[in-house]
């Protein structure tokens, strides 16, 4: 029985260790929303201005327009690099919710194994201590037949 109250103990400890995991998967996983809605704000915004200068051609030289060019086209890179964090974000936070996912999926599955594991030995312990008194109620019952009959002599 010692054996088996040890491995109900271990398994309510690493059932609160997968809790603490659970919980912070879930923070880096709400960080990665974040970081993600960011992203995907500042390539909106980097495309919308990209997207406003590319159809100005307002220039009153050429001089003027190779400089308008060389900033839509510095803004147009700049759309791409936030194009690419959107998407790194969007990887992080799609794997940051597997993995908050397995991680309840792994505190789920040893709270259920901790809470057979406790019923299974509640219920022996149970079995035990009703044998027990079955064992003292018949032993009296027998002392007292004892009794009665030694005085019935």
Known sequence: MTADRAKVAR???IERLRGIEHRLKIGEAALAEAALVGAGT???RTARLAASYAGRVEAEDG??????????????GLHAGAAAGAATARDRADAAR???????KRAEAVAMLAA???????RRDGQRVHAELARKLN?????????IAARES
């Open 98 to 104: 597997r993995g908050a996912a397995a991680a309840e």
């Open 139 to 147: 032993n009296r019952s027998k002392e007292s037949a004892r009794h």
């Open 116 to 122: 057979s594991c406790a019923t299974a030995l509640a």
């Open 42 to 44: 500042l390539a909106d």
């Open 11 to 13: 398994l309510r400890r």
């Open 63 to 76: 001089a003027a327009l190779a400089r308008f060019q060389r900033f839509a086209a510095g803004l147009e």
